[in-house]
């Protein structure tokens, strides 16, 4: 195992504090009691509105503490890599960013996350705070595994982060951000292929292997069987697998209907190479008559070193377009409008 890293047991510990160093304008990190986990909150607290908060297993940087600031996040929640956080420091983020208005949770769909988020949030209620969540299932490669019962969540929670992050700061109640996060949710389909796996610090060996010539199709974000193994292929051929076969069949979107593409990058795929799927997916919308409205090509939801790419497309309507174009600045994310 290679890896730039001290003990594997202070890997967050580590992180969080590299990352609220460089970046104390935006974000500042609260004591809790649980080791080897950590709560990032927006250096300015936002008062009056809907805070929101999300988080999981480290590994995923960007996600989810660089999205922690104006116009996205209120607090991102660092368990250890891979691991969901426990209820405790969940519950800590939501005293943290709480208003009068309340907190919405927003949770990828993994079992331990939705598990220990609405212990929190239960949690949270017993003192009187006001909270809702949304549950984002986008991954079309399968309905279940060993993570999760239904879809997984995977890159397309960054849309959510933004689009609901937008309408929490434009005054919307709890019910209205809420709902404004589970549109996305219904209109956001994402699929992604590996072409090495990762390993974990703890682990200290791959999470699974594949042959030199071998790339899985549709894993998850931890390292979870997709679809299939099956051969390397060109960049174009993947992607007309992943976009038509998959999302567009979950999905349908008409011609002239418009749409948000984001091309994920794994981490450690070149955005050379990221550009050239993003080339690939316009190609194969624009003939079919979908307009797209904006394309996002870079790291949003990494699984370590994990080589290998995801595609998201969100279908829009007036509303979610309007969300997305908002204001947003965070240190993985910034919109000036």
């Not at 967050?12 to 080791?35: C, F, N, Q």
């Not at 250890?80 to 960013?97: D, R």
């Not at 990494?302 to 969300?323: C, N, W, Y």
Request: hydrophobic fraction near 45%; include cysteine.
């Amino acid at each position: 195992m290679k890896k730039v890293i001290n003990d594997p047991n202070n890997i967050v510990d580590e992180m969080v504090a590299g990352l609220t160093l460089a970046y104390p304008d935006y974000v500042k990190r609260i004591s809790i009691a649980e080791a080897g986990q950590a709560v990032v909150v927006r250096s300015k607290p936002k008062t009056g509105k809907v805070a929101l908060i999300s988080g999981g297993g480290s590994g995923h940087e960007p996600s989810h503490a660089g999205f922690v600031g104006e116009g996205m996040l209120d607090a991102a929640v660092c368990g250890a890599v891979f691991t969901s956080p426990s209820p405790e420091p969940v519950f800590e983020a939501i005293k943290a960013v709480k208003t009068d208005k309340g907190v919405l949770m927003v949770i990828k769909n993994y079992t331990g996350d939705v598990m220990n988020f609405e212990m929190a949030g239960e949690m949270a209620e017993a003192e009187g705070i006001k909270v809702a969540k949304v549950i984002v299932n986008d991954d079309v490669a399968v309905m279940n595994s060993t993570w999760t019962v239904g879809r997984r969540g995977i890159a397309g929670t960054v849309l959510i982060h933004k689009i609901a992050g937008a309408a929490a700061e434009a005054g919307l109640d709890l019910d209205g951000v809420q709902k404004v996060g589970e549109k996305v949710i219904a209109n956001v389909r994402s699929m992604g292929i590996a072409l090495t796996p990762c390993t974990v610090p703890a682990a200290g060996k791959p999470g699974f292997e594949l042959g030199a010539d071998e790339i899985e199709i549709g894993l998850g974000i931890h390292g979870e069987p997709g679809v299939t193994k099956g051969k390397i292929k060109s960049a174009n051929e993947l992607v007309e697998h992943i976009l038509v076969d998959y999302i567009l069949k979950d999905n349908p979107i008409n011609s002239g209907e418009e749409v948000v593409v984001l091309v994920n990058g794994l981490g450690a795929t070149p955005l050379m190479e990221q550009f050239i799927v993003s080339h690939k997916v316009n190609d194969i919308l624009t003939k079919k008559g979908i307009k797209i409205y904006s394309t996002d090509v870079g790291n949003y939801m990494t699984a370590i070193e994990m080589a290998g790419f995801s595609v998201s497309v969100l279908k829009l309507d007036a509303e979610l377009k309007k969300f997305y174009d908002a204001k947003a600045n965070t240190i993985a994310w910034r919109t000036f409008g």
